[in-house]
């Protein structure tokens, strides 16, 4: 009997889902929004996903969901299955303060504290966000929405630059 000297690993699997961009947001990888949740592997040829969609609105999940199926089978995977799990919500509390630094080196204000969570969409106009460019505070809400629905657009008065802010869900 032949060993199968290039068995697949979880750890493998976690390691090419993190090549894997946000389809809004190419800088951070899925795993790094944290909305891969889970990794399976059966007999190295069956792998079972679990991801939490994140924000409701952005149309994304189908997308990165044939990345997720193709770049598996790619390694080797016969069977491919994506399991999505609702419980818990994802969260932007998720996200790591690596990743938060790498979405204001991008240019996206990283969400802050989650503390009004589902208290209505309107509580963040009095807020304040730090600008990611000049890192002061003068800024205000120019829309609630950015180039997806899960960023707002905002305006720096200090440095005259728009920006945008990824909304905390
Ligand atoms: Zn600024």
Redo the contacts with the bound molecule.
Sequence with gaps: MVMNITAITTEEIWKVLGTIPDPDIPVISITELGIVRNVELLHDEHAIVTITPSYSGCPAMGVFREDIISMLQDLGIKQVDINISHSPAWSTDWLSEETRAKLTKYGIAPPENSDHLHTGLFTDTSRTIT?P??Q?KD?KRVSQFGSTPCKALWY?N??D?P?EYFKCY
């Design positions: 600008c460019h000049c002061q800024t720096c200090t440095c630059q920006f």
